[in-house]
């Protein structure tokens, strides 16, 4: 069975523009979440989707988005990137029940400049 | 929302010593508390998982006790090897399943050869 897949697995982007990435889930598995990883702040949750809707969001501004598709696969945006949203992003798959492991992705490595 | 507290934030420990890791969590409808490895450049890993019904879970070498009353968990690794140097990270999720999961700040665990 194959893993939790990110892509891409790095990205260096200018202040001011905007990115998408990527996050393929276990097969079978309906809730994706995103987090981002950084020195300062450790794991930060973003949002989950669970069967194509937004189930819960962190305390983020409203720059970062995301959606999933009807196979589960998901995408986050971050819009008009400021240098502090570098980071690694990482994204977790699992079955969406109350307690249910999540597995992650090797994340996205994502540097503004 | 939810609060996870982690110490130490770095353990050294002799080869074939215990290690022992605590965290506290805020919300008391929290009823998931996984654990995950992260080595170096790589993605967090699942280590070991317990829930609210559960006061002590064991796999192998590791376990886990939750104390529901104090709101607090700790991670138990025996006789640790080389390959258990990486930095530690206890999370904790609310019931429902919709909430993402809230992270500590992680521990740094050093095995001493």
């Known amino acids: 069975k194959a893993g939790v897949t990110q892509t891409p697995r790095y990205l260096i982007k200018t202040r001011g523009q905007q990115v998408t990435l990527s996050c393929s889930p276990i097969?079978?598995?309906?809730?994706v979440s995103w987090y981002q990883q950084t020195p300062g702040q450790g794991l930060q949750f973003l949002f989950e989707?669970?069967?194509?809707?937004?189930?819960n969001k962190g305390n983020f501004p409203g720059r970062f988005s995301g959606r999933q598709f009807s196979n589960s696969r998901s995408e986050m945006n971050v819009s008009t990137l400021e240098l502090g949203d570098s980071a690694l992003y990482l994204c977790?798959?699992?079955?969406?029940?109350?307690?249910?492991?999540?597995?992650f992705g090797q994340g996205t490595r994502l540097t503004v400049v | 929302g939810e609060n996870v507290e982690q110490h130490p934030s770095t353990l050294s420990v002799q080869e074939g010593d215990s290690a022992v890791i605590k965290c506290t969590y805020s919300?008391?409808?929290?009823?998931?508390f996984p654990w995950y490895k992260q080595e170096l450049g790589k993605r967090p890993q699942l280590i070991i998982d317990?829930?609210?019904?559960?006061g002590e879970k064991k796999d192998q070498r590791i376990a886990v006790t939750l104390n529901k009353t104090a709101k607090h968990f700790s991670l138990h690794i025996t006789e640790t090897q080389p390959e258990d140097s990486a930095v530690y990270f206890c999370?904790?999720?609310?019931?429902?399943?919709?909430?993402?999961?809230?992270f500590g700040k992680g521990t740094h665990l050093i095995i001493q050869p």
């Open positions: 977790a798959s699992s079955l969406g029940g109350a307690g249910t492991e999540a597995f």
């Open positions: 317990i829930r609210s019904n559960v």
């Open positions: 919300d008391s409808a929290s009823n998931y």
């Open positions: 097969s079978g598995h309906r809730s």
């Open positions: 989707y669970f069967s194509e809707t937004q189930r």
């Open positions: 999370a904790a999720k609310s019931g429902g399943g919709a909430d993402g999961l809230t």
